[in-house]
């Protein structure tokens, strides 16, 4: 069974600082996504990464995969408060020719000025 | 608007009553996706239509769960009996064919249901 993993679960930190989060997933996959919610929201798609050593950037926010590694990383570059959310990533199992997302169970980001 | 709708956004119900969710996914989307997310936890899967077509369940929906799409368009998701652990957020996600074959997966606001 595929079980994702994120870490850290919650994270703190100061505008204008940079981290990574963490997501490892236990068996073979090529297709990793990441999603942002905002409290209340529903989840927005920020990357889509489909073969090893992708890596894709928007903004303050970098994600890439190593597949060999099973993980992905989201890096933030000089946090803004804007960037406060709630960050899942999820990763692709094949069923009936479609992927059915397995999800992390999110990093809760709290950007303080 | 050409997101994913879903309605009714909330439903207070209390324990024993049924419920009904109705998902509209993107017009041009021919695979439609269940998923529920409880407070503090990543959305899990439901199940899964290709059309008109249920392809998979997940385990977590037990038979007072029963989802359709008859027509492969809209899809209704009903909870008969609920408990109080019913009470989550039930997210409706649709897909299509892209040109890059993502799988990429679009999410509606969710409905979210309450069970007193």
């Known amino acids: 069974e595929l079980k994702v993993e994120q870490n850290p679960l919650f994270l703190s930190m100061q505008e204008g600082k940079n981290y990574t989060i963490y997501c490892n997933y236990s068996?073979?996959?090529?297709?990793l996504y990441w999603y942002r919610q905002d409290p209340g929201k529903s989840l927005e798609s920020l990357f889509v990464l489909l073969s090893n050593g992708a890596v894709k950037q928007e903004g303050r926010l970098m994600a890439s995969l190593d597949t060999k590694a099973r993980l992905s990383t989201l890096h933030i570059t000089a946090a803004v408060h804007d960037l406060s959310a709630t960050y899942f990533c999820?990763?692709?199992?094949?069923?009936?020719?479609?992927?059915?997302?397995?999800f992390g169970q999110g990093t809760r980001l709290t950007i303080n000025p | 608007d050409t997101g994913v709708s879903q309605n009714p956004r909330h439903k207070i119900t209390k324990r024993g009553q049924n419920v009904t969710f109705r998902c509209d996914p993107i017009?041009?989307?021919?695979?439609l996706y269940w998923y529920r997310q409880t407070l503090g936890q990543g959305p899990e899967f439901l199940t899964y239509?290709?059309?008109?077509?249920?392809?998979?369940k997940s385990r977590l929906l037990s038979d007072r769960f029963s989802a359709e799409r008859p027509k492969g368009s809209f899809s209704t998701l009903e909870i008969q009996r609920t408990e109080q652990g019913d009470s989550a957020m039930y997210l409706c996600a649709s897909s299509g064919r892209d040109r890059g074959n993502t799988g990429e997966l679009f999410f509606g606001e969710g409905s979210r249901l309450t069970v007193l």
């Open positions: 239509f290709q059309n008109e077509a249920q392809l998979e």
């Open positions: 017009s041009e989307h021919n695979r």
């Open positions: 068996t073979t996959s090529d297709r």
């Open positions: 999820a990763v692709g199992a094949l069923i009936q020719g479609a992927q059915k997302l397995v």
